[in-house]
C-alpha cells in the first residue's frame, strides 16, 4: 500500500536508485494524493485501534510515520501537493472523531510539522534515496527522524493539547506519550515504506525457492511467537521474563538474512502484536498503568528495534563489502586473465611460487596454482635463462626492483615474450624471503611495438615518398579504386592554386579547360571503370602563368595479391611549351615554303596532317624523342615536299654560303649528285659560266635581301647552259641563317622562244620567199627584159661592126643601151636578194617613202600584168623610222600584192591601188587601199590570223607574219573597209628617236 | 602577085628591148617597124594587109597583151604570122599562145639565132599562107563555076562510084553523068581524077575547118597543075 501510493508519486528517476527506477514511474499527483488520503485514512484508524483506552495517545500514531515515509520517498515538489492530502484526510479522520476543529488543525500543524521535520532533516543529511541497508543512513534515520522530529514537534502537539485543553494530563506528560508514540511508529513504520517504496531490496536477488521457504518460515514462526508471547494471552506473570527476548532470535535471523526489507516487516509484526497484546492486556506489559504500560513496551520496542535496524544495516554493509570485495577480486582475475598477467609470489627458502592469474604463457592452465622455479627456468628459453637468473640474483641481493624482460618457450616450440616486474620482500632477519610480482605476456606489445616501429619506419618512408613527390616538377595524384582522388602532390596546388579542400570529390575538374573538363573527366572514370592505364591530354589551369596549360595525365592502377584494384597512381606533365614549339615549327614551315606556290599549297596540306600529340611519358628523355620525332615526320614530309618540287631548290648557309642542301630537280639541272654538291659553295660548282650574272645575283640578294624572279643565266655542273627564273630568300633553320634558292629552269622555254623566233624569221624568210615567189613571174620579166635587150644590142652591134664604114653612133648608142640595161637587171637582182636575205633584223633608219618606192619597183611589171594602176600619196615631212627595211619591204609588198588579188576579179578601169604615207601623231602610217572586193566585216581581225585566206592555193600566213612583223617593230597594223568598195590595210609605226623596237632575249 | 620585101612587125612596151630588136633585125637585112603598144599598131594605117610579114610581139603588155592583138588581127584577117616573146616562162602563156597558132614562143632572153630563126619560119609562114589562100581562092573561083548539077556529080565522082552507079543514083543516063564529070574536070582542071578527088577533099575541109591551114592545108603534093598559074 505504502509502496504503491510512493511509487505513485513520480519521483524522479535520479533520485532513486536503480531498483527504484524501474518501479517509479509519473503517475498523475491525483492518484498519489489520492493514495495518501487513503494511507493516512487507514493509518489513523490502526492508530485509533491501538489506542489505550484511557489514554488519548495512541502508543503508535502511523499517520505521521507514513506522512513522513512518503515525503522522504517522494519528489520534493510533490510534498505540498502530499500534505494536502493528508491534510484532508486528518480533517476527515479527526472530523469524524468529534474532535473540535483547533485541534485538529492544531494536531495537523504538529504532525505535518513532525514529518516535515524529520524528512527535510533526512534530506539535508542522506542525500535520497534513503537505504537501510548503509549504517549510515541508519544511524541519520534513527538521530534525525526518529528522536529529533518527534523530539521538535512534541513541543508543538503539547501546546497544541494544552491550548484546547484536550487533555488532563500534564504539558510533560502530554508531550512524552506524543513522544514516544511517534519514535515507534517513525520506527516501525517509516523502514517499510522507504524499503518497499524505493522498489523493495536494494539487493537484487534471484528468486529462489529456498529463500522464499525460509522467508515464509520465518513470518510464521515470528508470528506465531510473537502472538504466543504477547497477543495470546498466555502469558503469567510467573513466567520468565526472559520469553519476552524469545522473538529476538527470529529478528536477527531476519536482520542477518533479510536484509532491511525482512528487519522492518518483522520488526512491523512484532510490535503490532505486542502493541496489541498490551492494550488488550496480553502479554509481559500488562503491570502497571496504561500509560506505565505503554511507556515500557514503548521502550522495549526501541531498544529492540534500533539495534536491529543498526545490525541489518552493518550485515548488509558487510555483505556488500565482501561482495565487493569478490567483485573486485573477480574482476581483477578477468583483469589478468585479459591482459595475460598473473602474479606470482615466490617463496624463496622453499623455492616455490605460487601464482594466481593467467599464466598460461607458462602452460600453466587455470586461474591459480604452484610452480617450482626449476620447472620455471626450463620455460624460460635458453638464450635468455643467464639474464634471468642474474636479473633474481641481483634482486635478491642488492633489493633492487626486478624487471626483465624474456622470452618463454610454448609448448609448441614458439616463442613468446614475458615482462617480469616483481620486488623482494624482506623478513624480520632482513633477508629476503619472498619475491612478489607479476609477469606480463608482452609477445603482442612487442609485435605492437615492432608495427609501431615498422609503422614509423613506414611514416617516415611514406614521408619520404611525399617528399618525392613534391619534389617532382610534375603533379602526381594518387586515387582510391573508385576513382575518388584523394592525394595531390605540392605541384598541383603550386601550380593549379586550388584550395586543398577543393579538390576532393571530383573538384579538380574545375581546374581543368572547360573545353577540356568532360572529355578528361569522362576518360578518367572509363579507365577507372574498366582498370586500364589513364593516359589524356588536357589544359589544366596555371595560377602562376594566369593561363591554361597542355598537360598530359597517365595514372596506373595498383594491384593486390587477387587482382584487385586498389589504388591509383597518376602523374601530369606540362606540355604546353612542346605543344607552341608544334605551333611555331608549322609557322616556319609555312613561311620557309612561301616562295612557291605549289610547294605553300603542298606543305600547308602536309602541315595540316601534321600531327598534334606529343607523348611525354615519365622520363623526359621519351618526351624529347617524341618532341624529335614529330620534328623529324615534319621535316621528313617537308624533306618530301623539297625533294619532289618541279623547281630547283638549293640551301645555303648564310655565313659560308656553302650549300647544306639541295632537292632532286637541283641535281638534275644542274648535273650534280647531291652528294657532291653539299659542303661547296656555288662557285666551287662553276655555276656562274659569267662573271656578270653572278654580279647580278649578288647585287640583288645584297640590296634587298632576297631575289623574286630573276632571270640568270647558269651553268650546270657538267658545263650545260642554263637559264633560269632565280628566287632566292633569307630564312632561319635550326638557328642558322641560310638562303633557299629555288632555280626554275626556263632553258628549254627560252630555247623553245629561240626557236620560235628562228622559225619566225624562217617564216618570215619564206613569206618573202613566197611573196618572190607569187612576183617571179614579173621578176623574170624584170630581169628578162634588160637581159634581151642586152644581147639582142650586142648581137646587132656585132653584125655592124661587119659593116664597112661602122656606123660608131649607133654603136655608141648601143654601147649606152647595154651598160643601162645591165645596171637595170643588176638593180632588180640586189633587190630580190635583198629580199631572199634570211638574215636578222637589221634595224636602221628608214625614210618610208624610199621603202614604198623600192617595193613599186619591184612590182612594177606585175602590177602591169595583173592591169593594176598604181596611184601614191606620199607625204614628205614623214619622221624617220627604225626598222629592218627588208621587212617593211615586206610588209608593203605583201600588202600590195593582196590588193592585186584583191581586184582581180574587177574589170581593168576598177583597178586602182593607192598607196599613201602619211604622219601621224609621231609615228608614220603606210596605208595601202584597193577597190577590190573589200573584207567582210566579221574577218577585219581574223584576217591576220595564220591559216586565213580566201585564196585557194595560199597557206594564209603572209598577213599574219605582216603583223607579227610590225609588232616587233612596235606598231600596228589593221584592216578597214572602205566606204564606197575595196580594203584598206593601215601600217603605223612609231617615229624612231623613242622607239627601240623589243629584242628577243637570247643573245646566245 | 608583087614582090614585096617583108615587114617584120615588132610589137614590145620596153623601149631598150624594142630598140635592141629593131637593131638587130635591121642589122639581119630586114625591114623592121616597131611599136610600143598594140594600140599604136591597131592605130597604125598599115600598109596592105597582104603585104608580107610577120609579128614579133612581147606577150606582157600593159592594156592590151600581145595574145588579145594577135586573135584582134586573126579576126581581121591580117596578123597570120606571128613570133611571141616573153619575160615569163610561163607554160600556160605558152601553150596558149601556139595553140593560137603562134610560130614560136620565144623566152627571153633569146639568142639571136633563136630569133632570127624564129622570123625566118615566120616569113615563110606567111608566104606560105598567102600561097595557100591564093590556091585557095582559085579553086574556090574554079568550084564556083560549078553548077549544082556539076557539083552533085562531082562529089560523087570523088568517091569512086563507076559512072553508071552515079548515074542511077542521080536518076541521069551515065553519057550524061560523062559530059558533067567532064565538065567538073575541065573547070576545076583537075588533070586526073585523082587530083579532082584532092581537091575536092581540100575544100571539103577548108569549109569544114572554117580556114586554110592545119588540117585544112593542101594536101601533101599540092594540087596537079600550078593553081597559081591562074592567078
Known sequence: MTARHAAHFGVGTTELSAGAERVQRRLPTIHAAFAIFIAYYIGAKIGFVLTPSPTPVSTLWPPNAILLGVLLVARTRAWPVVLLSAFLAHLTIELQSGIPLGMVLGWFVSNAAEALIGAALMRRVIEPPVRFDAVRHVGAFIICAVLIAPFLSSFLDAAFVALNDWSEQGYWEVWSARFFSNVIAILMIVPPIIVWGTGGATERRPFSFARALEATLLVTALLYVCTVVFAAGLWRSEMNPAWLYAPLPLLLWAAVRFGPAGTSMCLLIFALTSIWGAIHGRGPFTDGAMAQRVLSLQLFLIVIAVPLLALTAVVRELSRAGASARNVAGKLNLTLTAAKIFSWDWDVGRNRATWAGCARLFGLDGDEGEITLDRYFELVAPDDRRAVEASITRCIDFDEPLEMEYRVTQPDGSERWALTKGSPVRGRTGRVVHLIGVTVDITDRRMVEALAQEEVLLRESEARLRELADAMPQIVYAADASGEIDYFNRQWYAITDCAPAAAAHEGWAAMIHPADRTACVDAWHESVTLGRPYEHEGRFWSAGTRSYRWHLTRALPVRDESGAIVRWYGTATDIDDQKHIERELRIKEAELLASSGQLERRVADRTRELSAANRTLRDEIRIRHRTEKALRASEERFAQAFRASPDAIAITRHADGRIIEVNERWEELFESRRDDAIGKTLDELHMFADPRERRRIVQAMGSHGFIKDLEVSLCSCKGTEIRGVVSAERVEMAGERCVVATVRDITARRRAEHEIEVQRRELAHLGRVALLGELSGALAHELNQPLTAILANARAAQRMMLRDPLDTAELRAIMDDIVADDRRAGAVISRVRGLIRKGEAEPQLIVSNDVVGDVLDLTRSDLIQRGVTIETRLSASLPLVYADRVQMQQVVLNLMVNACEAMATMPLAERTLLIATDRVGDGVEITVTDRGVGIPGPSLESVFEPFVTSKPHGLGLGLAICRSIVDSMDGRMWATNNEDRGATFHVRLPAAPSAIPALSGMTA | ?231
Do not use: W
Open chain 2, 1 to 231: 602577085m608583087s614582090q614585096e620585101l617583108p615587114i617584120i612587125t615588132v610589137v614590145d612596151d620596153d623601149d631598150s628591148v624594142r630598140r635592141a630588136l629593131s637593131r638587130l633585125l635591121s642589122a639581119s637585112g630586114y625591114t623592121v617597124r616597131t611599136f610600143a603598144s598594140a594600140r599604136e599598131l591597131l592605130a597604125d594605117p598599115s600598109p596592105d594587109p597582104d603585104s608580107p610579114g610577120c609579128l614579133l610581139l612581147d606577150v606582157r603588155m600593159p592594156e592590151l597583151d600581145g595574145l588579145e592583138l594577135q586573135s584582134i588581127l586573126k579576126g581581121a584577117g591580117t596578123g597570120t604570122a606571128v613570133v611571141f616573146m616573153t619575160g615569163h616562162g610561163d607554160v600556160q602563156t605558152g601553150v596558149k599562145a601556139m595553140k593560137s597558132g603562134a610560130v614560136d614562143f620565144l623566152l627571153k632572153p633569146f639568142s639571136d639565132e633563136e630569133l632570127l630563126d624564129a622570123v625566118n619560119r615566120a616569113l615563110a609562114l606567111d608566104a606560105e599562107t598567102r600561097a595557100e589562100r591564093r590556091d585557095l581562092n582559085e579553086l574556090t573561083r574554079r568550084a564556083a563555076k560549078l553548077t549544082p548539077r556539076e557539083r552533085e556529080v562531082g562529089a560523087l565522082v570523088v568517091t569512086g562510084r563507076l559512072n553508071k552507079q552515079i548515074a542511077a543514083a542521080l536518076g541521069t543516063s551515065e553519057k550524061t553523068i560523062k559530059v558533067h564529070r567532064a565538065r567538073v574536070m575541065a573547070k576545076m582542071r583537075a588533070t586526073s581524077l585523082a587530083d579532082l578527088v584532092r581537091m575536092m577533099e581540100y575544100l571539103d575541109r577548108v569549109r569544114a575547118v572554117g580556114s586554110p591551114g592545119g588540117s585544112a592545108s593542101p594536101p601533101p603534093g599540092g594540087f596537079s597543075g600550078d593553081l597559081r598559074a591562074t592567078v
